[in-house]
């Protein structure tokens, strides 16, 4: 029930890459989706995560007024636009698929993951 990635590679600073993340036909939970990214600390942070009922939305405030994410129920795929891209985005982006929690990201825990697509920002 792996979601699976495209999308991702590298830019310069203040270029635009799209990532697209396809939920498993086997999916039970498909609540709600979202891309994390692994940082520098031990866990993933949330950078942006749609939810299915109604949509709503949630940007980590690093990304916010940058990254645009929308979805398409019956494909169950979620898109993430990512603009005016920083070296500090540079990372591997994980797709997660699962029940949707307070800030309508999945749980991580319960949740199904990607394999993860690198987005490198670099001059």
């Known amino acids: 029930v792996q979601p699976v990635e495209s999308g991702g590679g590298s830019v310069q600073p203040g270029g635009s890459l799209n990532l697209t993340c396809t939920a498993s036909e086997d999916t039970l939970n498909f609540e709600s989706v979202g891309w994390f990214r692994q940082g520098s600390g031990q866990n993933r942070e949330g950078v942006s995560c749609w939810k299915l009922n109604d949509g709503s939305t949630y940007y980590a405030p690093s990304v916010k007024g940058r990254f645009s994410i929308s979805g398409n129920k019956d494909k169950k795929t979620v898109y993430l636009e990512m603009n005016d891209l920083t070296p500090e985005d540079t990372d591997v982006y994980y797709c997660?698929?699962?029940?949707?929690?307070?800030?309508?990201?999945?749980?991580?825990?319960?949740?199904?993951w990607g394999q993860g697509t690198q987005v490198t920002v670099s001059a």
């Open positions: 997660a698929v699962g029940v949707a929690g307070a800030t309508n990201c999945p749980y991580p825990s319960l949740a199904d």
